[in-house]
């Protein structure tokens, strides 16, 4: 999945609220196991920084959500009303 491309299709305005959701989804993720840890380091790094809501640190966040629970990642982007970005996890994942 292109990361870089989805980060491109949110509004620079719904990133912060959208990084606070998609660390609920990851921290309350019952798939820890499915956690690369290069990408858990890459977060905490970006969370250490302040940095989450920056393009780098939303396609960290964006990946591990998917990772962990595509559908409560589609359900946050749905909720945020960012549908382009949702409709094209859900095309990419059922390919």
Avoid: C, F, H
């Avoid at 959701?21 to 790094?45: F, G, W």
């Avoid at 960012?82 to 409709?87: G, V």
């Amino acid at each position: 999945m292109d990361y870089d491309k989805l980060v491109s299709l949110i509004p620079a305005a719904r990133r912060e609220i959208l990084s606070d959701k998609l660390v609920d989804v990851i921290l309350a993720s019952k798939n820890d196991e499915k956690m690369p840890s290069r990408l858990a380091n890459t977060i905490l790094q970006y969370w250490q920084r302040d940095v989450l809501k920056s393009e780098s640190g939303m396609a960290a966040l964006l990946e591990a959500a998917i990772t962990l629970e595509p559908e409560k990642a589609i359900g946050a982007l749905n909720e945020l009303q960012i549908t382009d970005a949702a409709e094209l996890i859900k095309a990419t994942l059922t390919s």
